[in-house]
């Protein structure tokens, strides 16, 4: 099985502009971060990864970079915030979120296939070239590609959406050149300055619903192919992202994975597939990455607003994976584990007949693991307790009868309570 990187990148950065999003409140007007007098635009991170992605490749382009560094510029510029959807909680508003939003996010990383120096060029997406940034790195020990994402981000974070281009483009110009030598390399400047005199540059950034095609127009052919234990290794890096979002699912996604492998594993599936059935577990929760964490950590009882905004979790599940063309199955599997089978669920409320036994085995392997974790108002419960609820759940025609015995039978429930059987 091959699965295209390229549909990979774009879709993992939707989901961290959808984070970035969701971890805005109104209190969130500023970035604290020292840098000389710049205007922070109130856009708050909408589609901050395209964005800063456009700007990156046309900088790379104008300084005639080779082809693996403008690959390598391309995936960056997508992901370089990675660290930010984990440390969501302080947010952009906290002194230590610079700093710690670049080594998390070269952690994060580190074992991201294929382009392994991807973590070098994250760590140093701060830094300025007199020496100054997050990592006090100085001048061209700092990697160009991180250079060039330094200047696009800021660029990005300047740009304000509510504004046509032209009637901020000689504010942004001017500051970067008053950057020179300061922030960026005068090389950098330079390129800047011959970029931002073509109009379709300025209107390339302000054209944000063709931002897709446009990134498609400029962007490094990648041609590369992932089999599926590499596109596992990703999957991995963001389900420990998915659960460091809200502190009291910190291993939700991981053992829902284990779980839904082990049934796959009992009902003698081929090995693929079963890897399959474990990514969909990783993955099965990305949506919430579009959820405030506030909601999602409240202690207390969800308003009926709250249970609104907690159940498009899926829906968006559903959009970041479809987007990754090679693995339909594992998009349906992951997004549709609220679903009932008498179509009460969400988000399609589909019925019996349109769910397939994988997103059944989902669906039960996703209550088994949340009845049983602890959670801040209670104790995870036990096994007897929770198959006692979720066989009430079968009569109500909620799940299906036979995911859960194949649940029960994979982790040895049917033999050591025979007689209920
Ligand atoms: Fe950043
Ligand atoms: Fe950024
Ligand atoms: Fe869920």
Redesign the pocket.
Known sequence: MKINFDKIIRSISIALDLAEISSMDESDKEIIEDVTNINYSEHKFMHHAQRTAYISLELACQLNLPENSRKLIYIASLL??IG?ASCLNQSHNSHTYIYE??TIGANITKNFPIFNNLSDIILY??ENFDGTGAMKVLGNDIPIESQIIRLA?LVDVSYSEKKPSFKQKNRIINWVKGNSKKIFSADLVDAFLNCSKRDNFWFNLENILSMDFILDSICPNLNIYLDIHQFEEIAYMFSQIIDNKSKFTAKHSHSISNLAYKVSKYLNYPEEKCIKMRIAGLLHDIGKLAVPTKILDKNSSLSSDEFSIIKSHVYYTKIILDRIEDIPDISEWASNHHEKLNGNGYPRGLCADNLSEESRIMSVCDIYQALTEDRPYRKGLSDDKTFAIMDEMVKENFICEKALSYLKGSLGYIEKNPLEH
Do not use: K, V
Request: net charge negative; charged share 25%; with cysteine.
């Open positions: 370089h915030d930010a939003h670049c997406h701060h981000d």
